[in-house]
């Protein structure tokens, strides 16, 4: 049965720490260690940005490793933000985590990652809209994941024995959802950039990010 009473909407971002080795390590190849750790930085910025613009509810930095790692050190969060930390478990598990506890509050939740450079303001506004009337909103990605999942209620079914980061994460969340009973708006498929080849999605202004 569909929910329809309009929750405040919270957006929880999921990022890795934006330093060389650790984070965007399959563009490594084409970007070298460094380059890919600048657009990593970029990008995590660019969500926050976005998600700020939004307006639609507070804004949380849910980061690996801890905040007291180095990594860190060197990252300036806008202000507004509320910083948390992923902690242990597969993705599933700190996924489950995050939204588990802001739906408990009683609010909506919009989980993002940082590696969707489409990700914007009004596709966040969007997906807030999408959320009054159903009780989930995905956007698949093009390599099979998704880039952003909307839930107004909590199964931990969404999150668990999911194989992630293989071309089935989207499929299997959707059937998990039809099997729940729950309503869902699918969006517009957008990409991820993990790969050398997905250098060809970022923006045009962002070309000092790719190697001659």
């Known amino acids: 049965m569909t929910v329809t009473t309009n929750q405040p909407v919270h ?6 720490a934006p330093l060389a080795g650790f984070a965007k390590t399959r563009l490594i190849p084409a970007l ?5 750790a600048a657009l990593a930085r970029r990008m995590l910025l660019h969500t926050l940005h976005e998600a700020i613009q939004a307006r ?6 849910c980061i690996t490793p801890s905040l007291d790692e180095s990594a860190w050190q060197s990252f300036a969060a806008p202000l507004g933000i509320v ?6 478990g597969d993705l599933g598990a700190r996924l489950a985590r995050a939204a588990q506890r802001t739906l408990e509050r009683g609010e909506s939740v919009l989980l993002v990652g940082t590696d969707c450079v489409e990700m914007s303001a009004e596709l966040l506004r969007n ?6 009337d159903h009780d989930s909103v995905i956007h698949c990605t093009t390599d ?6 909307g839930l107004k209620q909590f199964s931990a079914l969404l999150f668990s ?5 293989t071309d089935a994460v989207a499929s299997a969340t959707l059937s998990r959802i039809v099997q729940l009973g729950w309503t869902v708006h699918v969006g517009q498929m957008l990409h991820d950039v993990d790969e050398p080849q997905d250098l060809k999605y970022l923006p045009s202004d962002w070309s000092s990010y790719v190697a001659a």
């Open 11 to 16: 957006i929880i971002i999921f990022a890795k």
């Open 161 to 165: 024995n999911v194989a992630w980061s």
């Open 83 to 88: 910083i948390s930390e992923q902690g242990e």
């Open 127 to 132: 997906a807030a809209r999408k959320l009054h």
């Open 144 to 149: 099979g994941g998704y880039a952003l999942l």
């Open 32 to 36: 070298g260690a460094e380059g890919a």
């Open 56 to 61: 639609i509810g507070s804004v949380e930095l």
